[in-house]
Structure formats: C-alpha cells, structure tokens
C-alpha cells in the first residue's frame, strides 16, 4: 500500500480540554476522527492499565483482534509480550500499556484483514493522545516497542536497532520533550514539572513471531524488558 500523503486534521480537536482522567480520554477517544483510518475500524483502542502505573509499554497499533475487542495487546503479540513480562519479573500489575495508533490500519484480502503499517501522517495525527495519556500518567519506565512506537515519541531518525536495551533519560530524549515536560496538578488547571524518568527501546513483540530464529528474538526481548525491571526496582 502505497503511504498515505493527504492531510489529516489530527486529534487535538477530539481531546477534551478538561478531561481530568485516563478514563476520560479513553471515553472521548471513541469520538476521534483524526485521520481516515475510523473509517474502517471496528473502534478505537485506546490504552489500559492504572493511572498508577510504574511502567508504560507503547506499541504501534491495535490488530484484528485488539480492534474487534477494544482492548489493547490481546492478540498473538500480546500474548506473547504477557509471557516476556513474566519471564523478566515484571508485575503485570504495574503496567500500562498503549500504542502509538489507536485504529487497526489493514488491508482486506477476501475476509481476511492482513495489518498494514501506520505512515508518518497517521502516526502524527494520533500523537495528541499519547501526548494527553502520559499528562496523566506518572511512569518511572517507558519502553518503546517497535519502530511505529519509536517514531511517535522519539522521532524519524531514532533506530531501536542501534539503541535498543539502552536506557535513556526521558522526556528529555524525546522529539518533543516540551511535549511531555508539564503535566496538570489539580482540576484547577496548575501544573507542574513532570519528574525526570527513563526509556527503553525494543522491538515489538510482533517482530518476535515474524523472526527466523523465535528463540533468540524473543531472549532479546525479554533481557531488554529484564533492563527496564531492573531500572524499575532500583
């Protein structure tokens, strides 16, 4: 598919300016028409997990079966990353977990619906809400999983490849750190220095499953999450 060049009018408009709460986010989320990928979605998927969470795992997109349930890493990858979460002594518990898209971009071939995905236009349309999640968050980790994930938060020319399992200092790593700099304190609109924290970058538990050698990809992926455990702990 070749990408997607026309404009999109992104999702700023659809973020309620005096939503208070991931929940409602996730509420207002439903209405998003950021970018032409609502069209053919079942729903918007947003993230999930606790306000409180230590910890936010960004991804790149819902697929087949995240957007028919709504719920984010529910599918094959997801499944796949819960048992990486395991084996790395992370508390599920502790987890936030979103993706850079909310809607399933694909290609239908017959009744099949074969992922496709995100371009640059689709990533930076959506970017207002991880923007707006993470005002409400107060992570001491952020893993990045993937290349999409990468793109949103750490810019174009960020590749995992060459830096992932390395811990970086966050926000001031990302493309934007002004972005993610100040977050509200109250419902009277004050706000306030979010704390210094720090990011990992891995690849997507999808590319584990795409990988010749399974094994391997996925001991990679667990000792970059066993990383961020530890950053987490310490």
């Known amino acids: 598919m070749a990408e997607q060049t026309d404009a999109a009018p992104g999702a700023q408009r659809f973020i309620p300016p005096d939503a208070d709460t991931i929940d409602e986010l996730r509420a207002a989320s439903g209405g998003c028409r950021g970018c032409e990928l609502y069209r053919d979605a079942t729903q918007t998927v947003f993230g999930r997990g606790d306000e409180s969470a230590r910890m936010v795992l960004v991804g790149e997109q819902p697929g087949d079966m995240e957007d028919q349930k709504g719920l984010p890493f529910v599918g094959p990858a997801g499944r796949l990353l819960r048992r990486a979460v395991d084996d790395a002594g992370l508390d599920p518990a502790a987890l936030y977990l979103t993706n850079a898209v909310k809607h399933f971009r694909f290609e239908a071939r017959g009744k099949r619906r074969i992922h496709q995905t995100p371009d640059r236009i689709h990533i930076e349309a959506c970017r207002p809400w991880l923007v707006a999640e993470f005002a409400r968050l107060d992570p001491a980790v952020v893993v990045v999983l993937g290349a999409t994930a990468a793109k949103a938060l750490l810019g174009p020319s960020f590749r995992v490849t060459r830096q ?63 990383v961020a455990a530890r950053a987490l702990a310490g």
Do not use: M
């Open 164 to 226: 992932r399992g390395e811990l970086l200092p966050w926000p001031a790593s990302a493309q934007h750190p002004e972005d993610f700099q100040r977050v509200p304190v109250d419902r009277a609109g004050a706000v306030a220095d979010a704390p210094p924290t720090r990011l990992l970058a891995t690849i997507h538990p999808s590319a584990v499953l795409r990988a010749d050698d399974q094994d391997a990809a996925y001991e990679g992926l667990v000792a970059d999450l066993t």
